[in-house]
């Protein structure tokens, strides 16, 4: 059989135009149509299962409040909870102020040179201990309580072999007689130094007090003003 293409060249790539022209256009179509889909399905998203879930939120907020607030004394559960997570750290920092038993062991003097503490205030802000007492042995008694504190030294682990000084800027001042209860005559005092603050610190381990008297022990020597003696004075520069 023969067959006679009638149709024109021209027209022939004409409509292979219109079926490509059709398809992209179907295809737009069909991309267009599926974007509006996603563009709703978010919008359902965001407008719908977003704003159920943040009712829902709200309501279980809510509810939780209503159940908090209606648990007795709330307030001073809160504060108790509070004050408990800050233990740790305030332990940590706490000073160990029944150190100052085994200080007060080691500093005051033996007979004859008694002394007897009244009371003893320990200023942790500005690293200061406060003695009251009185001595039998008047003024003599006193003084070697004093040098006793300057000569005691801290040891503790992590320090060098002779340890710390225990008492800096040593004063005595309120010194007057008295009477104790059995009607005997007594110097009463008071002496403050400021101390050491590795004695109390939570950090300083196996601490003790020791104390020395730089190689002399003597009554003479403790009963005598520290600032009685001191070096001969040198010759005036051009004096004869």
Do not use: H
């Amino acid at each position: 059989m023969i067959e006679i293409n009638l149709v024109p060249n021209v027209k022939q790539e004409l409509i292979k135009a219109e079926r490509v022209r059709s398809k992209v256009i179907a295809g737009a179509v069909f991309v267009g149509v599926a974007s509006v889909g996603v563009v709703i399905l978010l919008a359902f998203y965001v407008f719908g299962v977003q704003t159920a879930r943040s009712i829902l939120a709200d309501n279980n907020i809510t509810d939780k409040s209503k159940t908090l607030a209606a648990v007795p004394d709330l307030s001073k559960t809160l504060t108790i909870q509070n004050q408990l997570t800050k233990i740790s750290s305030l332990n940590a920092n706490k000073m160990i102020d029944s150190r100052v038993f085994d200080m007060l062991v080691a500093i005051i003097p033996p007979a004859p040179n008694d002394i007897q503490i009244s009371d003893i205030t320990i200023d942790s802000t500005t690293n200061t201990i406060t003695i009251n007492g009185q001595a039998a042995n008047s003024y003599a008694a006193v003084e070697v309580f004093k040098k006793t504190i300057d000569g005691a030294k801290v040891k503790y682990t992590g320090s060098d072999a002779s340890g710390i000084a225990l008492a800096t800027n040593i004063s005595t001042n309120n010194t007057s007689y008295g009477e104790d209860t059995s009607e005997v005559k007594v110097l009463r005092f008071t002496i403050s130094f400021t101390y050491a603050k590795e004695l109390f610190s939570p950090s300083s381990t196996n601490v003790s007090v020791v104390v020395t008297t730089l190689g002399n022990v003597t009554d003479s020597y403790l009963g005598v003003p520290k600032n009685l003696f001191t070096d001969r004075a040198k010759d005036a520069v051009g004096g004869n």
